[in-house]
């Protein structure tokens, strides 16, 4: 029992002052990022969520160039990267996929720079790793409260405009016949958008903050036929996934003889990733249960002359 | 259809008067007047294109019209008057979407309001009753993506309804529906406007469906209106005033034709209006 015990425990993970850390992080960034995803998922706006992502790696780059905290970078240029979105794409359904895809070519374009410039003129060598899939157990624990903080902007903004935005997911125009104030709900929405996406960047990177991102969100929406309930279930999933991939990574530590430990990121996206599968297997199942015995296809002689 | 029925006999719910829209420089609504009265249902009829869904959002609030006014209860129509309830066209739920059938007819109570829903039994009770009102009980707990178009059309229905408006605008409800369904929702829609003294306005391409139930009818072409009982509107010489050109009214088995007379087929070859190039049959019983 022991052996099983420090086998799935490897020795100092609960004393271990950075898995305290990361774990603490982690689970309130995966609480944000799951809330904000669900309706995310909803809206058809993942694309815009991997947009900010981008503008995330360029904000958290330029922050790294010039001496700040990559969380303010994160943030800072997210929030503004999602306001000239949604300024550019008012409304329109083409007009909001055109102004994400322009700003995100822009952020690419920009991380690039600064994160040559980073890793040649600046100090900061394993920037690029930082940056892009993060470094959730090299975070000072005098970030907790910063995170802790910014994670209330997101979850408060979603809960003031959970039901506009759910009418204005359904029908902008049910929405708008019934007062819906849609610029300020989709402006709000950004924001949350934008903040929860540069959390999660500094949890699991710019680049794979999608996968906390839309993952548990696009599960929890296999799994229920109701939003409350969705929200729930992406986070048991979202915070699951993140705590179950720091343990790995802790236990990574002592899988190989050269005690090479690998990177969170890689096992938090891999375990959301296996809860994305799994969620689809109640429909498989149903699916299968329902499927009709296929009549045999006739062959045409067309398809006689294309075999020969 | 009781032809009797005058129009003003109940009291006033709704008045258009010389509604004009232009976009982009195109004429869309030209001077259009009419009233609806408190219970009654009336058919917004038109060919595609002839300003019905403008007309709908300019009653809304959602269109500011170029000129005349739009008055709902004898005031001018604000965004946040929720004495009317809107089905608009061609609502695309999502399957994926997790929400049910009752989760959708209760946003209709509350989806405008900031912060989170606290749970209410009144709310609740309202809600199935207004699935209950629409034959909707079967399938209250079923995911709204999942349902049939005419379930939808339910849903969407008591949604709109639950609030209680005495005003229930709906925009092509009937689009996409076989004829079956169409009739339960135009005689469900006729039974809601009676017992429970809506007016309603439904927009439609297509006026025979409507006749059992309908009250008085708006006619709509070329961005020109014309209104009153069938009777009065449903006329060679009114319709053709509006279309501009000739056009023939039909009657069979009770059913009305609308039919573009020759020389309209023959101006049609030359001036191709929009409302022209769907050919010489308007409409077809």
Redesign the interface.
Known sequence: MHQLYTWVFEPGFFASAQVQVAATIGGVVAVVSTVVGVFT??RGQSFAGHALGDVSTAGGSGALLIGLSPLAGFVGLGVIGAGVMEMIGVRRLRGRDLATGIVLGAAIGLSALFLYLDTTAGASTGATQQILFGSIFTIASGTVPIVVILSLVPLVSI??????L??A???T????????PLRLAGLLYMLALAVSVGLSSLAIGAILSTALLIGPAAA???L????G??VAVACVIGVGATWLGVLLAYDSYYWGPGHQGLPVSFFIVAVVFAAYLLSGLPDARTAARHRRPVTPMTTSPADDRVAA | MDEAQALGAAPEILRVDGVSVSLSGRQILDSVSFTVGAGQFTGLIGPNGAGKTTLLRVILGLQRPTGGRVAVLGRPRSRRNQSIGYVPQKVLLDPDMPMRARDLVALGTDGHRFGIRLRSHDRSQAVRDMLHAVDADRFADARVGNLSGGEQQRVLIAHALVSRPQLLLLDEPLAGLDIRSGQEIISLLGRIAREHKVAVLLSAHEINPLLPVMDSVVYLAAGRAASGTTGQVIRAEVLSRLYGYHVDVLNVHGRVLVVAGPAAAADAALTAGPALTVGPALEAG
């Open positions: 998922v909803m809960a003031v405009i959970c039901r506009p759910l009418l997911t359904v029908s125009d049910m929405a708008a016949a019934r007062g819906v929890a929406l296999r229920t036929r109701r939003v309930r969705a």
